[in-house]
């Protein structure tokens, strides 16, 4: 059984955390500065508050960071500048080189670097959701999830091959998202959008459900 120390239990966090615990391991979090939201979910995924990201990086094997990309090299700077030497994952949705910035960062303190990146929803249930990981020790990582719903695949070749595919995926995702809501809009402006949706029913059936599908997700963006 291995210790990771997940930072922090957001949606995708929180499940994350819960497939290692399902997996078989010890899962911690910590609760300083973090809300009665984040508070909630850790426990209802089965977390152990470790109290502090100082505690976490004490008694972790792993350390896991699942947070908003734009936070993800201010948290790899706090596990490092705690002097953490042991493996740490960032599994946010950044670029090839933030991930690059970030091994640079917790390498410089002693801590060995994988890359992750996720593809799908918050993993509930398996065959929904992957998480790539790149880099020498990407194996390591793997094995923490083989008993829980998030499927890991280990990608070969560059140490930010994992950041490089989110990116690449997200690309044509929310590209294509963006391109049917820019053809509906023009569609609506020329008043020909029923028409549209008429010949789209009759010869691409699947772009009305997506297009209705884009708008929504935008929405409660």
Same mark, same amino acid.
Request: charged share 20%.
């Given at each position: 059984?291995?210790?990771?120390?997940?930072?922090?239990?957001?949606?995708?966090?929180? @499940?994350? %955390?819960?497939?290692?615990?399902? =997996?078989?391991?010890?899962?911690?979090?910590?609760?300083?500065?973090?809300?009665? +939201?984040?508070?909630?979910?850790?426990?209802?995924?089965?977390?152990?508050?470790?109290?502090?990201?100082?505690?976490?990086?004490?008694?972790?094997?792993?350390?896991?960071?699942?947070?908003?990309?734009?936070?993800?090299?201010?948290?790899? #700077?706090?596990?490092?500048?705690?002097?953490?030497?042991?493996?740490?994952?960032?599994?946010?949705?950044? =670029?090839?080189?933030?991930?690059? +910035?970030?091994?640079?960062?917790?390498? *410089?303190?002693?801590?060995?670097?994988?890359?992750?990146?996720?593809?799908?929803?918050?993993?509930?249930?398996?065959?929904?959701?992957?998480?790539?990981?790149?880099?020498?020790?990407?194996?390591?990582?793997?094995?923490?999830?083989?008993?829980?719903?998030?499927?890991?695949?280990?990608?070969? %070749?560059?140490?930010? *091959? *994992?950041?490089?595919?989110?990116?690449?995926?997200?690309?044509?995702?929310?590209? @294509?998202?963006?391109?049917?809501?820019?053809?509906?809009?023009?569609?609506?402006?020329?008043?020909?959008? +029923?028409?549209?949706?008429?010949?789209?029913?009759?010869?691409? *059936?699947?772009?009305?459900?997506? =297009? +209705?599908?884009?708008?929504?997700?935008?929405? #409660?963006?």
């Amino acid at each position: 059984m291995a210790t990771i120390g997940l930072l922090h239990p957001g949606e995708m966090g929180a @499940s994350v %955390g819960a497939s290692g615990r399902a =997996s078989g391991h010890r899962v911690l979090w910590a609760s300083e500065g973090r809300g009665a +939201e984040t508070t909630r979910r850790a426990g209802a995924a089965g977390l152990e508050d470790a109290g502090t990201v100082a505690a976490i990086v004490g008694a972790s094997d792993v350390v896991l960071s699942v947070c908003p990309p734009h936070a993800a090299i201010a948290v790899a #700077r706090s596990v490092a500048g705690h002097g953490f030497r042991k493996l740490y994952v960032d599994g946010n949705a950044v =670029s090839p080189a933030t991930s690059r +910035e970030i091994a640079r960062i917790v390498e *410089a303190a002693g801590a060995t670097y994988v890359d992750g990146g996720i593809i799908g929803p918050p993993p509930h249930r398996p065959g929904t959701t992957r998480l790539y990981l790149s880099g020498a020790s990407a194996e390591r990582v793997k094995v923490l999830f083989d008993g829980g719903p998030l499927e890991a695949i280990v990608l070969p %070749g560059e140490l930010t *091959a *994992a950041s490089a595919i989110k990116m690449c995926y997200a690309a044509w995702t929310k590209g @294509s998202q963006a391109l049917l809501m820019a053809v509906r809009a023009l569609a609506t402006a020329e008043g020909v959008d +029923e028409a549209l949706l008429a010949e789209w029913h009759r010869s691409q *059936a699947d772009l009305p459900r997506r =297009s +209705e599908n884009a708008a929504k997700g935008t929405a #409660r963006k």
